[in-house]
């Protein structure tokens, strides 16, 4: 059978494709999922994108070499979510690493390594005891080793501490890695310490001196609050393959999060690609990103925040008098029809006398004028009260029964 990396095909075609992270590199934020959940969460990132799943996203599913347990998670992985993503599995530079890979991921279509080379002087001699030279080239042989023990596992190469190496030197080893067999050369900002220029003149000088053989990918840390501007330069340059997290979860501060990135690269698409771009095989179904990062939060424990873009709990909520008589003119789309989010009204201390009516109404009771203006009057003394600015809607229940019993009592 001829092997056929998709990844590198859809690349090379201009396609958009995830390498998800939130597994692997999640870890590294203290979380750890489940080998049943990574299942699961790289089933429903495939299904995202359809049957194209395989071709849009390569699942990280673990780092074998961790333990024997990490094996076995990402071999279940690799065998139970075949043909919904392309599963990976990372390793650092050492034969025996390598060959445990390559073995969690054997037999199933569309199967990766990603081999983690340190490109910077710094990062060589601290990981590989090398200079930057001699570890780029190790690098080399690592490649030829991985095509030699199973040439139906894609290897990839991921530049460690890219962003202070050197440009020329990473183009020259990456033109010699993918002759050598590397489906991606995937440049890291490990540190997280670029600013957006500096991350597009990486990618354009060594996209520029290794060729056009080479496939650049992109993975870049969060540290500075950067990682979608940085990883929207490598688009810029022509990356198409990019690393990204679920709610951004990844070592230190993360990675950029997967569901801010995809819904940036749908929604804004010649925005961010151009006018001419055609990143999908298949469009991606962004009506699954809420439900996807709820289980996410839920597995790991990291909160779904009232400020997290995308899939916080403040998206289509409303709690003030303007943005409630026109949602659409303070937000920049529309959840219910983009991201299948049923609209909320909240009520907090800066409710307007059209809020209280609307949740009243939601909780069966209709007020006139005289109620409306006792109703806010006790919402906004509820809030300062308590220190919070959500009043329950149980709580404001309660009050209204009693209002409204009052005035029925009146009333006879």
Same mark, same amino acid.
């Given at each position: 059978?001829?092997?056929?990396?998709?990844?590198?095909?859809?690349?090379?075609?201009?396609?958009?494709?995830?390498?998800?992270?939130?597994?692997?590199?999640?870890?590294?934020?203290?979380?750890?999922?489940?080998?049943?959940?990574?299942?699961?969460?790289?089933?429903?990132?495939?299904?995202?994108?359809?049957?194209?799943?395989?071709?849009?996203?390569?699942?990280?599913?673990?780092?074998?070499?961790?333990?024997?347990?990490?094996?076995?998670?990402?071999?279940?992985?690799?065998?139970?979510?075949?043909?919904?993503?392309?599963?990976?599995?990372?390793?650092?530079?050492?034969?025996?690493?390598?060959?445990?890979?390559?073995?969690?991921?054997?037999?199933?279509?569309?199967?990766?390594?990603?081999?983690?080379?340190?490109?910077?002087?710094?990062?060589?001699?601290?990981?590989?005891?090398?200079?930057?030279?001699?570890?780029?080239?190790?690098?080399?042989?690592?490649?030829?080793?991985?095509?030699?023990?199973?040439?139906?596992?894609?290897?990839?190469?991921?530049?460690?501490? /890219?962003?202070?190496?050197?440009?020329?030197?990473?183009?020259?080893?990456?033109?010699?890695?993918?002759?050598?067999?590397?489906?991606?050369?995937?440049?890291?900002?490990?540190?997280?310490?670029?600013?957006?220029?500096?991350?597009?003149?990486?990618?354009?000088?060594?996209?520029?001196?290794?060729?056009?053989?080479?496939?650049?990918?992109?993975?870049?840390?969060?540290?500075?609050?950067?990682?979608?501007?940085?990883?929207?330069?490598?688009?810029?340059?022509?990356?198409?393959?990019?690393?990204?997290?679920?709610?951004?979860? /990844?070592?230190?501060?993360?990675?950029?999060?997967?569901?801010?990135?995809?819904?940036?690269?749908?929604?804004?698409?010649?925005?961010?690609?151009?006018?001419?771009?055609?990143?999908?095989?298949?469009?991606?179904?962004?009506?699954?990103?809420?439900?996807?990062?709820?289980?996410?939060?839920?597995?790991?424990?990291?909160?779904?925040?009232?400020?997290?873009?995308?899939?916080?709990?403040?998206?289509?909520?409303?709690?003030?008098?303007?943005?409630?008589?026109?949602?659409?003119?303070?937000?920049?789309?529309?959840?219910?029809?983009?991201?299948?989010?049923?609209?909320?009204?909240?009520?907090?201390?800066?409710?307007?006398?059209?809020?209280?009516?609307?949740?009243?109404?939601?909780?069966?009771?209709?007020?006139?004028?005289?109620?409306?203006?006792?109703?806010?009057?006790?919402?906004?003394?509820?809030?300062?009260?308590?220190?919070? /600015?959500?009043?329950?809607?149980? /709580?404001?229940?309660?009050?209204?029964?009693?209002?409204?019993?009052?005035?029925?009592?009146?009333?006879?």
């Amino acid at each position: 059978m001829v092997f056929v990396d998709v990844v590198r095909e859809s690349a090379a075609a201009g396609r958009v494709v995830l390498w998800e992270e939130s597994a692997r590199d999640g870890a590294q934020a203290k979380t750890l999922m489940t080998p049943g959940f990574r299942v699961e969460l790289a089933r429903e990132t495939g299904r995202v994108f359809g049957s194209d799943g395989p071709r849009h996203v390569v699942f990280a599913a673990g780092f074998p070499a961790v333990c024997g347990e990490e094996f076995e998670a990402v071999r279940r992985v690799a065998l139970e979510a075949e043909g919904a993503v392309s599963v990976a599995a990372v390793c650092r530079g050492a034969h025996r690493d390598l060959e445990q890979a390559i073995a969690s991921v054997r037999g199933s279509r569309h199967a990766r390594v990603m081999v983690v080379v340190p490109a910077s002087e710094p990062m060589a001699r601290v990981m590989v005891h090398r200079a930057a030279p001699e570890a780029l080239a190790a690098g080399v042989d690592l490649v030829k080793r991985a095509r030699d023990l199973d040439e139906a596992v894609a290897v990839d190469v991921c530049l460690a501490d /890219a962003s202070r190496g050197d440009h020329a030197l990473m183009a020259h080893h990456a033109q010699a890695m993918t002759a050598a067999g590397a489906g991606l050369v995937v440049l890291a900002d490990t540190v997280g310490a670029q600013l957006p220029p500096e991350c597009g003149e990486m990618f354009d000088r060594v996209r520029a001196e290794a060729g056009n053989e080479v496939v650049l990918a992109s993975h870049l840390h969060n540290d500075l609050g950067l990682g979608l501007a940085n990883t929207l330069q490598a688009l810029a340059a022509g990356v198409r393959v990019v690393s990204s997290s679920w709610l951004g979860i /990844a070592e230190r501060a993360g990675l950029v999060a997967t569901e801010q990135l995809l819904f940036l690269l749908a929604r804004r698409t010649a925005d961010v690609l151009g006018a001419d771009a055609a990143p999908w095989w298949t469009a991606p179904d962004l009506t699954r990103l809420p439900a996807i990062a709820r289980r996410v939060s839920d597995e790991t424990g990291i909160p779904l925040s009232v400020t997290t873009p995308i899939v916080g709990t403040g998206v289509a909520t409303l709690s003030t008098g303007t943005p409630f008589v026109h949602p659409r003119l303070f937000q920049p789309y529309d959840p219910e029809e983009v991201l299948g989010i049923t609209p909320r009204v909240v009520l907090t201390h800066l409710a307007s006398a059209r809020v209280v009516t609307a949740v009243a109404a939601r909780l069966g009771h209709r007020l006139d004028p005289d109620q409306t203006r006792a109703a806010m009057v006790w919402v906004k003394s509820r809030a300062y009260r308590s220190g919070r /600015a959500v009043v329950d809607d149980a /709580a404001f229940a309660d009050y209204l029964d009693g209002l409204t019993h009052r005035a029925a009592g009146g009333a006879r």
